[in-house]
């Protein structure tokens, strides 16, 4: 998990920007968001996200990779499930992979002409799991970037949506024993967008 604590280069760049009006600058929580490039099913915590379908039954993209490295077990465990509604979630048990859980989400498929409903849907993703993973008392969750590969969510909408829910959550109640929330970026150009946009919804103090 060390690894994954690069929040020293994130409040470099948060530094240089100017503090946003909409949400008061607070080291505490920037302190508690972390951006980590790279594999999610590599990654070392209580929980992981996947970016499900609506069967939790895999598919391709992060899900694929989850479930591949999480083994069989994952899918007959989702079997059980019946199913998940796009902005909801639900959580199985890690089983090979190196994270305890895995919270399942499932994204809506973007489309321009019902752009807000998307923006509900998938900030109901990402509150959902989060408060998935206070209910059970993990103390971090990983994020990839729902709804931004295979779903076609425009990633800049998307980043936006993930940071203003993780930061409401971040500054309620139910975030009081929770120690981290990491979004796992995959591509250069995503991370781009994270890293710009992080210190709007994080500013330093
Ligand atoms: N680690 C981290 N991020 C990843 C990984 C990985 N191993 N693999 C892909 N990504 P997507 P969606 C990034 O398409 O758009 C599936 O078939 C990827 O670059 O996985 O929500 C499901 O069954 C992108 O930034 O998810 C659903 O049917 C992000 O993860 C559908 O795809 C999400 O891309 C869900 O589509």
């Known amino acids: 998990l060390c690894e994954l604590y690069a929040s020293g280069a994130l409040r470099a760049v ?10 008061p600058p607070s080291q505490r929580l920037l302190d508690r968001v972390s951006l980590y490039q790279g594999d999610i099913t590599k990654v070392e915590v209580d929980s992981i996200v ?4 609506r069967s939790l039954l895999g598919g391709g993209g992060v899900d694929g990779a989850i479930h591949q490295a999480a ?5 007959e465990e989702c079997e059980t499930l019946d199913g998940c509604e796009t902005g909801d979630a639900k959580i199985t ?3 090979n992979l190196p994270s305890k859980h ?3 989400t499932v994204g809506p ?4 002409s019902r752009a807000e409903q998307c923006a509900h849907l998938l900030a109901s993703c990402y509150r959902r799991s989060l408060q998935i993973a ?3 008392s993990l103390k971090h969750i990983a994020f990839p970037s729902i709804s931004t590969g295979i779903y076609g969510y425009p990633v800049p909408d998307a980043t936006h949506i993930a940071l203003k829910e993780t930061r409401k959550f971040l500054d309620s109640e139910d975030s009081d024993n929770f120690d981290r929330v990491i979004f796992v970026v995959f591509s250069d150009e995503d991370m781009d967008v994270y ?3 992080v210190p709007l919804y994080f500013p330093p103090d």
């Open 50 to 53: 996947n970016a499900a379908k």
């Open 93 to 95: 048990a890690g089983y």
């Open 134 to 136: 206070s209910q059970h």
């Open 71 to 75: 083994g069989p077990k994952l899918v």
């Open 109 to 112: 498929v973007y489309s321009r």
């Open 14 to 23: 948060a530094a240089s920007l100017p503090v946003n009006a909409r949400f």
């Open 195 to 197: 890293q710009e946009l």
């Open 102 to 104: 895995v919270i399942h």
